[in-house]
Nanobody
């Protein structure tokens, strides 16, 4: 599946932002989807993941309570709603797809990746 992420930008601390990731192909609903991020000089890290139906979600501790993940299978789109943004949330955000239904918090568990969208949070 091919993925196209969008919605990044420059915001101030405390603001909200919604990222979108549109998938091509007719089997989007078969994939578990995830969001990861990579800050300059750091490794790519897990942010959130959602199962095929949207009924099961997991979040990194660093974003729990501030971020939500959702999907619209009719639109082949997964979203990351980010609220109460902090400067430490600054990173390139990537959406990723995993054909297996089991949960994975590792980038190695995802086979298809979007190009990334930059989120910059100023203090």
């Amino acid at each position: 599946v091919q993925l196209q992420a969008s919605g990044g930008g420059l915001v101030q601390a405390g603001d909200s932002l919604r990222l979108s990731c549109v998938a091509s192909g007719r089997t989007f609903s078969s994939y578990r989807m995830g969001w990861f991020r990579q800050a300059p000089g750091k490794e790519r890290e897990f942010v959130a993941t959602i199962n095929w139906s949207g009924g099961s979600t997991y979040f990194a501790d660093s974003v729990k309570g501030r971020f939500t993940i959702s999907r619209d299978n009719a639109k082949n789109t997964v979203y990351l709603q980010m609220s109460s943004l902090k400067p430490e949330d600054t990173a390139v955000y990537y959406c990723a797809a995993r054909i297996a239904s089991t949960v994975s918090f590792s980038p190695q568990g995802y086979t298809d990746w979007g190009q990334g969208t930059l989120v910059t949070v100023s203090s």
